[in-house]
């Protein structure tokens, strides 16, 4: 398929336009005609970007799931950290957390709906994540699942499927996902930006672009709810359903249509980003987070931010922090990590250093160098492993400081989750709300490291060139 760049103004505006009035409360019926739990597994920490008021689950067992079951909200998240994972852990993880949510859904005498929430920019271990959950649901359960939805839009970060092809906005243009930085991804690449295609391509042929079910933007404009529900109910034997969106409200049409066929008898299992997981949940709006609800005490000290991201969006975001007063820069050399005791001192450099900033009421900015260090073996599962290495050193950055600093603000899905987890020893945390579109913010709780912090996770290719520094603003003391 010839995919080529095209121009946001020209495209995005020329849909048929909602009666916004009437499709929310369509919406609203079918949400409350449900009484499923929707259990949203997500393969980095960002995944949080649209909700709030919601908690998220750094384990997946039985404990922490029947709690998220026996919640009043009706949707929790359970924080996997997949993408960091190798394809052997990624199957054993997806068996366990599938087999619990078995567990407690028959415990509980409840249904469930599972979301695989990913990359907006395709990457991810697509299909194995899901295929493993089928797999194991149908075999704990002996119900099958008919189909698959993939519906990877996501408004905040620039994130349209259009035609069939999803696109990354770029300033003023939509790019093919297949022609982005992303698809050029070591671990989890890819060619084709038409999602039938990408389908094809990642599931080496087993399913085809002819064998899967458009739902076309045309149709949610027209609100043909019988339509997409008739197109829905014929789905079988785990074909794939792409959705088109290029606004929340083609998300909300969808989803209403999609209620219906789950009471019908209908079962699907989704692979989404974050905008489905909003809908479906029934989050309401609400406003960026104001400095106020973020800076709740009265520490002195400096914040923290830890950059890991290698994107071009986040070099550019770094590069513009440089222009604040007041934040020392230190810059992290993964590049020793073959070399294990100048590895281990130059952690420990950073930590002494860090530290002593922090105190002194300095925020300090811990960025990996720039240069990406790779193995060149053509190995991507010793290039992963290379990469847990290097997060586990700068997860220990924080783990191993002996202050509480004022903030902290991770950079990139595997490092603000490996920091959450290991580095901060987050158990359960409270879903705050966004900083800045697409910035989620987690309330640690109690058990953590730092309890009661607000903890930046801002997603690598996500924001403005400026975005970063104007988050460090926000949450700075004394402005």
Not at 7 to 14: E, G, V
Not at 133 to 146: S, V
Not at 216 to 232: F, P, Q, V, W
Not at 385 to 406: E, H, Q
Request: glycine letters at 6%; hydrophobic letters at 35%.
């Amino acid at each position: 398929m010839n995919e080529q760049p095209i121009s946001s103004n020209d495209i995005l505006n020329s849909f048929a336009a909602y009666d916004k009035t009437a499709v929310d409360s369509e919406l609203l019926c079918a949400l409350k005609n449900s009484r499923h739990k929707i259990v949203v597994l997500d393969d980095d920490p960002t995944g949080v970007q649209t909700v709030h008021g919601v908690h998220v689950y750094t384990d997946w067992s039985i404990a922490s799931i029947r709690q998220g079951f026996e919640e009043e909200n009706s949707i929790f998240f359970i924080l996997t950290n997949s993408r960091g994972f190798t394809e052997d852990e990624t199957i054993r993880v997806h068996q366990e957390i599938a087999s619990n949510v078995v567990t407690v859904a028959k415990e509980t005498d409840s249904k469930f709906i599972l979301i695989s929430r990913g990359d907006s920019t395709l990457r991810g271990h697509y299909p194995l994540e899901t295929e493993v959950l089928k797999e194991k649901i149908e075999e704990l359960t002996g119900e099958k699942i008919d189909g698959e939805v993939i519906l990877p839009f996501f408004l905040e970060g620039g994130r349209y499927t259009i035609n069939n092809v999803h696109y990354v906005r770029d300033n003023d243009m939509l790019i093919p996902a297949g022609k982005t930085e992303f698809a050029a991804d070591r671990t989890f690449g890819y060619s084709s930006s038409h999602l039938g295609e990408w389908v094809e391509e990642k599931s080496k042929g087993e399913f085809t672009k002819d064998s899967v079910t458009y739902i076309s933007l045309d149709e949610l404009r027209a609100c043909d709810y019988t339509g997409i529900y008739n197109k829905l109910t014929k789905v079988n034997d785990y074909n794939k359903i792409v959705v088109n969106s290029v606004d929340y409200y083609d998300v909300k049409v969808f989803v209403t249509a999609l209620m219906k066929a789950i009471l019908a008898g209908k079962n699907f299992l989704f692979r989404s980003a974050a905008a489905l997981t909003k809908v479906i949940g029934g989050i309401s709006d609400k406003p960026l987070l104001t400095r106020d609800e973020l800076v709740n005490t009265k520490n002195k000290n400096g914040g923290i931010i830890m950059v890991g991201s290698h994107v071009k969006k986040t070099t550019q975001q770094l590069e513009n922090l440089k222009n604040l007063d007041n934040i020392e820069f230190i810059e992290f050399n993964q590049h020793l990590v073959l070399d294990d005791k100048a590895f281990e001192a130059e952690i420990k450099r950073v930590i002494k250093e860090a530290e002593e900033n922090i105190s002194e009421g300095r925020t300090v900015a811990v960025y990996t160098r720039r240069e990406r260090f790779d193995l060149n073996t053509g190995n991507k599962e010793d290039e992963l492993r290379l990469s847990i290495k290097i997060s586990d050193a700068v997860t220990s950055i924080i783990s191993d400081l002996s202050v509480r600093p004022n903030f902290i603000i991770a950079k990139g899905g595997i490092t603000s989750s490996d920091i959450g987890t290991k580095g901060l020893k987050v158990k359960r945390a409270l879903v705050l709300g966004q900083i800045l579109h697409g910035i989620p913010v987690w309330l640690t709780g109690d058990e953590s490291k730092f309890p009661g912090m607000p903890y930046v996770i801002f997603p690598g290719n996500v924001g403005t060139p400026t975005s970063l520094s104007e988050a460090v603003e926000i949450m700075s003391p004394n402005k």
